[in-house]
């Protein structure tokens, strides 16, 4: 059955007691008949407290931004799949631009990411999206089909289905310039036509696909 997941991503911002109370405000917001998955995404270092803080709520939980392709082992600043589902949380983020970019993570590498936390039972968010030039030029059809073919396609049926998409254009990231809920829409039905192409219309039509990019309280419900 398709979830539908609302996820927020803090990056490299809050500090102890304003993620705190930003968890708290939001917590304190839900309906006690919520029906929508509420995911939070803080940095690694508060990641555990923010768990527990959720750990006990319907439908709220966690997810790491980042998790390294290697099992265990002598990297220093990485974090392990293993490591982070220890703590109980539910979600990594894996693919986003500004890994892709900053980073040089390839599709190879966020090939190995899924995998290695799948194997730990880390369900995951995976990012894909197309800069500005690349819609400009009508490449982004092709752009995003090579993103999750070639890091989501190796995948068992049943694997995949652990996968939550998430379209996050770069040309509107961070940049107050919101996809319109038609280019959002079109993106979203072609994802899902390239999964069914690969596995079929059922899970296809299971698969949750999110939006991300400039998204705010003014344009949230009509996204």
Same mark, same amino acid.
């Given at each position: 059955m398709r979830k539908n997941i609302v996820a927020g991503n803090w990056k490299m911002n809050l500090k102890r007691d304003e993620g705190l109370d930003l968890i708290n405000d939001v917590i304190n917001l839900l309906p006690s008949d919520n029906k929508v998955e509420v995911v939070f995404a803080p940095s690694f270092i508060h990641l555990y407290k923010v768990n527990k803080m959720c750990l006990n709520l319907d439908k709220v939980n966690t997810a790491s931004q980042n998790v390294s392709k290697e099992e265990r082992g002598a990297f =220093?600043?990485?974090?392990?799949?293993?490591?982070? #589902?220890?703590? +109980?949380?539910?979600?990594?983020?894996?693919?986003? @631009? !500004? #890994?892709? $970019?900053?980073?040089? $993570? =390839? +599709?190879?590498?966020?090939?190995?990411?899924?995998?290695?936390?799948?194997?730990?039972? *880390?369900?995951?968010?995976? /990012?894909?999206?197309? @800069?500005f030039n690349q819609r400009e030029e009508e490449g982004h059809f092709d752009w995003i089909k090579t993103q999750i073919s070639e890091s989501l396609f190796h995948l068992s049926s049943n694997d995949f289905s652990k996968i939550v998409i998430a379209?996050?254009?770069?040309?509107?990231?961070? =940049?107050?310039?919101?996809?319109?809920? %038609?280019?959002? !829409?079109?993106?979203?039905?072609?994802? #899902? $036509?390239?999964?069914?192409?690969?596995?079929? %219309?059922? *899970?296809? +039509?299971?698969?949750?696909? *999110?939006?991300?990019?400039? /998204?705010?309280?003014? +344009?949230? #419900?009509?996204?």
């Open positions: =220093t600043g990485e974090i392990s799949a293993e490591i982070i #589902r220890s703590a +109980n949380v539910k979600y990594t983020i894996i693919g986003h @631009s !500004e #890994r892709r $970019e900053y980073f040089k $993570e =390839t +599709n190879e590498d966020l090939k190995q990411k899924v995998d290695v936390s799948l194997e730990n039972n *880390l369900e995951v968010i995976f /990012c894909c999206g197309e @800069s379209y996050e254009p770069i040309w509107a990231i961070g =940049t107050g310039i919101t996809a319109s809920s %038609d280019q959002a !829409e079109e993106i979203h039905k072609f994802i #899902r $036509e390239i999964i069914a192409q690969k596995y079929g %219309d059922e *899970l296809a +039509n299971n698969i949750s696909i *999110l939006y991300g990019g400039s /998204c705010k309280p003014t +344009n949230a #419900r009509d996204i």
